[in-house]
Antibody, heavy 118, light 109 residues
């Protein structure tokens, strides 16, 4: 069965960086892309970017273009999302999601809470 | 402000039908295709309920249906049940290999 298991909660200070991992199992990692989506407390879902599992090509939301880096390790079937220059507004749950048919996200990770606080 | 606009909330009684709209508000949102819908219960990860405008993944009840007309995609839930109470989000391809989510709709049953 398909599973996406994300790394644990993080607490960071403003200005720091955070790297969240997403380990995939139950499918061929290189055959599908992965989205990263975040959700601030009490807010909606926000698309951050994605990575092609095969060739590693990425595309980021303009909002995060300068601060986010999405990478993957095919040998470990794991995708990573690194967000730099953190500020309090980046406090959110960060999700990875496997991109399936017609760009529907058919499987999601459990979410990783990142708290930015001085 | 999201390029996809959803009503903040909708409500209905058990057994009734409700429709949640998702309207493209940005001219930059080329090719309003690949619309998907997600259900999210509090504290849980989103779950895919509709993809490719109107396709249901296996396991999703046929009470849920999707459609699109012009700049507006819609999710219709018929025969409302208490367990349908949740937040619903639309998502669309936004061109240039990017995607965007609507602001979300809280459904009260």
């Amino acid at each position: 069965q398909v599973q996406l298991v994300q790394s644990g909660a993080e607490v960071k200070k403003p200005g720091a960086s955070v790297k969240v991992s997403c380990k995939a199992s139950g499918y061929t990692f290189t055959n599908y892309a992965m989205y990263w989506v975040r959700q601030a407390p009490g807010q909606g879902l926000e698309w951050m970017g994605w990575i092609n599992g095969d060739n590693g090509n990425t595309k980021y939301s303009q909002k995060f273009q300068d601060r986010v880096t999405i990478t993957r390790d095919t040998s470990a079937s794991t995708a990573y999302m690194e967000l730099s220059s953190l500020r309090s507004e980046d406090t959110a749950v960060y999700y990875c999601a496997k991109v399936g048919t017609a760009m529907g996200c058919d499987y999601w990770g459990q979410g990783t809470l990142v708290t930015v606080s001085s | 402000q999201s390029a996809l606009t959803q009503p903040r909330s909708v409500s209905g009684s058990p057994g009734q039908s409700v429709t949640i709209s998702c309207t493209r508000t940005s001219a930059d949102l080329n090719n309003y295709n690949y619309v998907s819908w997600y259900q999210q219960h509090p504290g849980k990860a989103p779950k895919l309920f509709i993809y490719d405008v109107s396709q249901r993944p296996s396991g999703v009840p046929d009470r849920f249906s999707g459609s699109k007309s012009g700049n507006t995609a819609s999710l219709t839930i018929s025969g409302l049940q208490a367990e349908d109470e949740a937040d619903y989000y639309c998502c669309s391809y936004a061109g240039s290999y990017t995607s965007v989510f609507g602001g979300g709709t809280q459904l009260t049953v």
